[in-house]
């Protein structure tokens, strides 16, 4: 009798790890079977030109006398002004900004009493609406400097050459966005022909930044420089493997 249930004990005990080990099995492979995805990229790019543009034209201008520095200045402005006008760039939307004076003898850190005391600085912001136009006449920037106005880059505005700008992304984001979503899905179902798998639905989805890049992509050129620039957006895809 006491060996009977000792018998029993024991198929009862082995039955129960059995069942253990059939449920960790089971449990296992659904396991992986969740984690089966495969994650992939879509690319859309669209060449793209500039629709605006800003022209920065920083003048200087110098003298011992304060009123004839600022005169110099005026007739500077002026010049601009009628050289924009004699190439047909309109400046209507043009804005004179970032005046300054600076007065040699208020620094005292100055040595010697050479140069001029009065240093006036300011600049005329050219915008565009017609960029290839503003980028034509921006070639001819001599013509000023034969004229007598000095120019000068740096500060707020850089290198003071033109600046074009791209303002209609959002009209390309719908179909950019669907574009590089399908490319992502192409590949994601050449991965399970590969794999001898199927694609099911999207565990998870970044549709990624869009970037404005330059169409010529080398060491010095900016995004900003160019009048021709590559519009990128990039969309990462996780698709379950079934």
Do not use: C
């Not at 543009?53 to 200045?73: C, G, H, K, M, T």
């Not at 804005?95 to 005391?117: E, I, K, L, P, W």
């Not at 399908?182 to 994601?188: D, I, K, L, Y």
């Not at 900016?222 to 957006?233: A, D, H, I, P, S």
């Amino acid at each position: 009798m006491e060996n009977g249930r000792g018998v029993l004990g024991s198929l009862i005990l082995a039955a129960g790890i059995a069942l253990a080990g059939f449920l960790a099995a089971n449990g296992f492979v659904a396991a992986r079977g969740a984690d089966r995805f495969v994650t992939v990229k879509g690319i859309s790019e669209r060449d793209v030109v500039a629709d605006v543009a800003v022209w920065p034209l920083r003048v200087v201008a110098s003298e011992n006398d304060l009123a004839r520095a600022n005169a110099q200045i005026e007739a500077s402005i002026g010049q601009i002004r009628a050289f924009l006008a004699r190439h047909q760039l309109d400046a209507s939307q043009s804005r004179v900004s970032g005046f300054s004076v600076t007065d040699a003898q208020a620094n005292q850190y100055r040595s010697g009493d050479g140069g001029n005391r009065f240093v006036i600085n300011q600049t005329l912001v050219v915008r565009s609406a017609e960029p290839a136009k503003l980028l034509e006449v921006s070639a001819k920037v001599g013509e000023l400097v034969a004229a007598g106005v000095v120019l000068s880059s740096g500060g707020e505005y850089g290198g003071g050459g033109p600046t074009f700008i791209f303002t209609k992304l959002s009209d390309l984001k719908p179909e950019m966005i669907a574009e590089a979503t399908a490319r992502a899905r192409e590949a994601a179902e050449q991965f399970a022909r590969d794999s001898g798998s199927r694609i099911g639905g999207i565990r998870r989805a970044n549709q990624g930044t869009f970037e404005i890049l330059p169409r010529d992509r080398a060491q010095g050129i900016t995004e900003e420089g160019q009048l021709e620039k590559t519009v990128r957006v990039v969309s990462t895809i996780d698709y379950v493997l079934e």
